[in-house]
């Protein structure tokens, strides 16, 4: 199945859009071309190029090609940011549980006491790492070479300086309902 020059779609849990895509029957893979964006709960995912492999009639596996990265809003103005070359996602009950980045990897997070509000932010790099996701949200990152760290207070440091580079949040583009796919 081949779908492109501005092709779209649309599960409540999973969003994307990207310039072509094809469907392989063979190996159940979604391959996305040409600024691909997904939308995987509150997460926005972006590559070069991005295959989702099916199993089961299930979203199994995520890879994301050269310049990956995943974004997701903490709070107004600040950006929890993941950023490698390449990032293999694994779903667990249509759910991206865990996201292994190979390569190039840098981190930007906010955090703050359990329950309390955000009071610093977290940027680090590391060659590879191990992400673990649970409700949505990032639960633990483990840098698994080569780590370099920095936990800056949130007073101290202006916002606009904890972005990586290739960030561009692009909540404008996404799907909010079915009939969202229809517009470009």
Request: aromatic share 12%; hydrophobic share 35%.
């Amino acid at each position: 199945l081949f779908a492109y020059h501005h092709a779209k779609f649309f599960k409540p849990d999973m969003r994307g859009k990207c310039d072509s895509l094809v469907y392989s029957y063979a190996d159940s893979t979604i391959r996305l071309y040409r600024d691909p964006i997904l939308w995987s709960d509150e997460n926005q995912l972006t590559a070069d190029s991005m295959w989702i492999q099916n199993r089961n009639g299930r979203i199994d596996q995520l890879f994301m090609k050269e310049n990956s990265m995943i974004i997701s809003e903490e709070d107004s103005g600040m950006y929890n940011q993941i950023k490698g070359r390449y990032m293999t996602g694994y779903f667990k009950e249509q759910k991206l549980h865990k996201v292994f980045v190979e390569g190039n990897g840098e981190t930007i997070y906010f955090a703050g006491e359990e329950g309390g509000e955000i009071d610093n932010v977290n940027k680090a790099q590391a060659s590879n790492l191990l992400i673990q996701i649970g409700e949505n949200k990032v639960k633990d990152i483990t840098f698994l070479t080569q780590p370099d760290a920095t936990l800056y207070p949130l007073n101290l440091i202006k916002l606009e300086d904890m972005i990586l580079d290739g960030f561009n949040w692009r909540i404008k583009d996404r799907p909010e309902k079915v009939e969202d796919i229809f517009k470009w």
